[in-house]
């Protein structure tokens, strides 16, 4: 859906092979979906015209690891690691009602949108797995015009499965973090129907999302493989978050060297298609592999220190060239769906594993968050960049707010000091979204009621679900401290090789 012609007018449009300090001053003009000319004094020839004086206009930066479903725990978390915080963000992500389900879509797209983001990877975890649901969630991100890589998480293997030593916490707790699996069929039948049922045009895309190689069997990394194969899809799965989930694949994956990605290459997965994100715990061979097969890693530093997981080990990824990607992760755990501090975050922590001067910069990191992640989901060449025939997805930066006070470079001034005020006008897929800071697509008060109202409840789950649970807290903080012995031959805070 979008309006027939665009014209926006005289804004410094961002070049990734330009200058990417003082971009050069140009017009872009939007035809239906897409961006049919980028230059000096285009004509209007009837075009809506939108003035960009004193705006910079970049990509529609791109969040290539995102879960809509925990978007109202955004706040409620706080010193957990991640193996206690999944004992309460998973139940409460599960068997909402169908107005919660819209609502908390809603909140994390509104909140996508006015930060930038014109497309979300979202690794939904759908519970239970049903057309209601997935329908509530397209229609959402239809209605609000946020470009969606939709990815339902599939999964065999019980959640119990990401703990290392998990049988051997008490039967009570191991209850509380899922001992049931789930079988196969019925979820790639699921899947299938809803490929069908919404195929990808427009802002909707798929991509297929096996939760993590220790929650699928061979089968089900195989079923993913021939899937992902048929439909032409992109995978995404979380890999190597925790050092926890490094001690799994030395010990529980021991026939497969030790490694996840040797278990997922033996089973299909690993090629083109594949991101794996977090990879904090990864071994340079391991990043060297991916390389090779032009498989991809999506990095989440905030998700990753808010949960205590680690810093993933930015310039050996760098150095191996493998192609990364970006993301802000779920809401419960870090809990903004901010490109721009997942920018930064890159470039900063590049500097906890090598002190030297150099790499990574803010122009790269820039091309992660456009270019890298279009990557990941399949979309290089129509998204990620302001060219012809790319996809009208892009936003109006207001220079005039005090984050470019004084303007002395686009690309370091949006990685290192824009907070997201400057945001003012988005663009996705031809339609304005938002303009001069207004939402046009949905009525954002009438959100921020009903939000209200579902809180009340949603807060009684949470209480009670904390209240049921405290018990299992020491268990599970003794099962985080004993990862964090053995010796993995990996730097102690930043999975770099030693
Ligand atoms: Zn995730």
Known sequence: MASSKLLIRNGQVYDHDGDVHKPKVADVLIEGADIAAVGPN????????????????????????????????????EELPLEMWLLYTLPMGANRSREELRAR????????????ITCVQDMLGLVPLDEAGSD????????????VVFSPMVWDVPPIAMMRDGDQLPPDVQAMMGTQGRPIEPQ????????????????????????????????????????????DLQVYTHCYETRGQALIARERFASHDG???????????LDERLNI??????????IERMAEADAGIVLNHLSNLKLKSGIAPILDMCEAGVRLGLGCDN????????????????????????????????????????????????????LGAIRPSHKADLVLIDLNDTAYLPYNSAARQLVYTEAGRGVETVVIDGRVVMRERRIATIDEDALRREVAGLMKHFIADYEAIVAARAHALPHLREAHRRVWQPDIGLDRFVGRTR
């Open 136 to 147: 509530t969630v397209i229609e959402a991100y239809r209605d609000i015009g946020l470009r």
């Open 331 to 382: 809401c419960s755990g870090s809990d903004v769906q901010s490109v721009f501090q997942a920018m930064k975050m890159f470039c900063l922590l590049g500097a906890v594993s090598d002190s030297e001067p150099g790499a990574p910069m803010a122009q790269e990191a820039l091309r992660h968050a456009t270019l890298g992640n279009a990557r990941t989901a399949g979309l290089q060449g129509r």
């Open 188 to 231: 790639f039948d699921f899947l299938e129907s809803q490929f069908n049922r919404h195929p990808a045009k427009g802002t909707l895309h798929w991509a297929l999302a096996p939760f993590a190689p220790q929650r699928c069997s061979p089968k089900m990394l195989q079923a993913c493989a021939a899937c992902a194969q048929k439909h």
């Open 42 to 77: 285009l004509a209007a020839d009837g075009a809506e015209v939108i003035d960009a004086r004193d705006r910079l206009i970049v990509p529609g930066l791109i969040n290539a690891h995102y879960h809509s479903h925990d978007t109202l725990c955004r706040g409620m978390f």
């Open 277 to 286: 994100v977090h990879s904090v715990w990864i071994t340079r061979a391991e």
């Open 259 to 269: 490694s996840l990605i040797t278990y997922m290459e033996r089973n299909g997965l």
């Open 105 to 116: 879509t809603l909140v994390g797209a509104l909140e996508s949108i006015r930060c930038g």
